[in-house]
């Protein structure tokens, strides 16, 4: 525990001392807003042909997709089953999605993924991912709630907690019986930034691992391999690192959230117990061309980052210090260097504040989730980036924290943490309520 004597002698020092300017999260992808499209923004910088492709990727990624056939030409081929008509239904405004708590949640994020065995195995009738939304003439594969269930709990110092965890309701199945099916709930993460953790070099994630933890100090990360194209690549996007390269998260979510066929995914995902989705007219073949797909790859890409607020603040200044104290920075690294390959010649050797080591790390039982995929165990997650995570809620009000969006404040989503985490997380229980409440304010302000 850190005394209260300790915390004054870091908020003077703070006043005193000079630091760094922490406010530019993003480097050159930086930018001052902090309003309800504080993640929507263009990065600075790009060429006038890169911000005519963005335009162009926004349009994709913001208008919705409709049922084939249609006059719009290229615009539609939806389903036969998803879960949202546009990546912006999952990511509104940029941010996150938001879990379903009842049904006019339904369509808003929330994704349910689907396995059997211990091996990763998408469910033989249902697939990978349970849609439970179908076009007219198809019947929706099940209705998907959540019920919350209360976990009270105390902070050493007698101060109360409350929180709040899922129990997932699959309802009204229509293929079949769901019984033993292995689950998934997660929610849309905020994009800013996703064209900068890509640039930072395989080899520089690499070499932060440490599986076997040699170091002693109980954090035990590692990177995820994921095969693309017959070559080994380091997954970096997803709550847990399982795909590679934008292009490619595109295109998977095209796929499972849309049921939009692309030159990866030339299959709709329905299966032969589901004959009128099977009987439903296709949108071309590919749905989604890859020029399309670059394009929407592109505006993701080139998303800005929002500044980081109040960076010179003291009790921010404190909160920083703190959050080095207690040992996030083991998993939420600070600081990264991108390399030399990025599409994007203002993304090139630039200097980063995402705030995450881009490995996956073992949280306990607490935040497992059901279901086991190749490269990834249940209680394995990959750390998120906390750039932004100040602005979630001022762009999506009702967002929530965390993968399946349990937690309703950032100090929740602390409070969850266990595994490689569980050190950090008693050590910040362990601060007086002043040096909690810098900590929360200098994750808050990023």
Known sequence: MLAGAAGLGLLAAARIDPVPDFSRSGGPATVESEGRLAFGMASPGLSVEERRAFAVGNSFFRDNWIVAPASAEGRDGLGPLFNANSCSACHPDDGRGVPPLDLEHRGRGAVVLLGTGDAGEGHPIYGRQLQDQGVPGVTREAEVLVEPVSVAGSYPDGTPYQLLRWDLVLRDPAYGDLAGVRTSLRVGQQLVGLGLLEAVADGAILAREDPEDRDGDGVSGRARRVESGGVVRIGRFGWKAAQPTLEQQVMAALHEDMGLTSPAHPQEPVTAAQPAALAAPSGGS??????????????????????????????????????????????????WRTGNDSPIAAFRGATIRPYTDLLLHDMGEALADDRPEPGAEPREWRTPPLWGIGLVQVVTPDARFLHDG????????????GGEAERSRRLFMGLDRRERAALLAFVGSL
């Open 286 to 335: 590919p749905e989604v061309d890859m020029a399309k797909v670059d394009r929407i790859a592109h505006y993701v890409r080139v998303l800005a980052v929002p500044a980081a607020r109040r960076a010179d603040d003291p009790e921010v200044s404190l909160g920083r210090s703190l959050f080095t104290e207690v040992g996030c920075v083991a998993c939420h690294l600070p600081e």
């Open 406 to 417: 349990r937690a309703a404040t950032i100090e929740e989503a602390v409070l969850w943490h």
